[in-house]
């Protein structure tokens, strides 16, 4: 079983940058991939960001150029770095480890962007 930890949501400024974190239990890059996830008020839960274990990134469309992940393997973490906060990206962020056909899922963090 692993577990995702997400950290880093909050209330923010819009036109700042963030930065999330995922924390995970056990080694999520060998295999798998990791992505973020975010669910606004009303809306279905959507993909931001992944990246495969050879480190193949993919971004949605409407947040390209303005996301970026990364990862740490010796710490099993994953980083998600928004830029220029816009209102419509408060969401709850979830953090996902997706390892042949399965999901693992955070707790998900709250961030709230506000003008």
């Known amino acids: 079983q692993v577990r995702l930890v997400e950290s880093g949501g909050g209330s923010v400024q819009a036109g700042d940058p963030l930065r999330l974190a995922c924390t995970a239990s056990d080694d999520v890059f060998e295999i798998g991939r990791m992505g973020w996830y975010r669910q606004g008020p009303g809306k279905e839960r959507e993909l931001v960001a992944s990246?495969?274990?050879?480190?193949?990134?993919n971004y949605a469309d409407s947040l390209k150029g303005r996301v970026a992940i990364s990862r740490d393997k010796d710490k099993n973490m994953v980083y998600l770095v928004i830029n220029n906060l816009k209102i419509e990206d408060t969401a709850v962020y979830f953090c996902n480890y997706r390892k042949l056909g399965y999901d693992y899922w955070g707790q998900g963090t709250q961030v709230t962007v506000s003008s």
């Open positions: 990246i495969t274990s050879v480190g193949v990134t």
